[in-house]
């Protein structure tokens, strides 16, 4: 049974190894290297940091970053999720979702956003069908591995504020 539970430390190797995974697909960040886990707490917000997990072995994960330090977009937020490749496709991705809805809108958070890549389809329908709407498109933003990619600006507004 898949429980969604608040990450621990201990959960640092197996969020980093998913990370890894995901960098190697391509379609998920301009990242290229996959952080110390201390650059990657130090950027993540304190709250609203989960875990899939079943029988002890991480499934995927879902954290926040802000997008400001100015105490106006105090309830603003990006997040990322990231589910192992072993269980892509298998639900996880929703499951965290509605998970990481609930508790960033319990830790004040008003507006999810996100950058994602035109081509991660993926992502851009888990977004969708948990309300996000497309509110932007950056063509040839950055490159990755010198290539110029496109990001779609997504955003879901809580209707709780």
Do not use: K
Request: net charge negative.
């Amino acid at each position: 049974m898949v429980q969604v539970i608040p990450m621990q430390p201990e959960h640092a190797g197996a969020v980093l190894q998913i990370y890894g995974e995901g960098l190697r697909t391509g379609f998920s960040t301009f990242n290229t290297e996959i952080p110390s886990w201390e650059d990657w707490d130090r950027n993540h917000l304190p709250h609203t940091r989960l875990v899939a997990i079943a029988a002890g072995e991480v499934m995927g994960w879902v954290a926040l970053l802000p997008v400001s330090d100015r105490h106006c977009y105090r309830g603003v937020a990006e997040f990322s999720i990231y589910i192992a490749a072993a269980h892509r496709g298998t639900g996880i991705a929703d499951l965290l979702m509605q998970h990481l809805i609930a508790e960033s809108e319990a830790n004040g958070i008003w507006t999810l956003q996100s950058a994602t890549f035109a081509e991660n389809t993926a992502s851009l329908r888990l977004q969708e069908r948990h309300g996000f709407r497309q509110v932007g498109y950056r063509e040839r933003v950055a490159q990755l591995h010198g290539t110029w990619r496109n990001t779609i600006l997504l955003e879901r507004r809580s209707d709780r504020f």
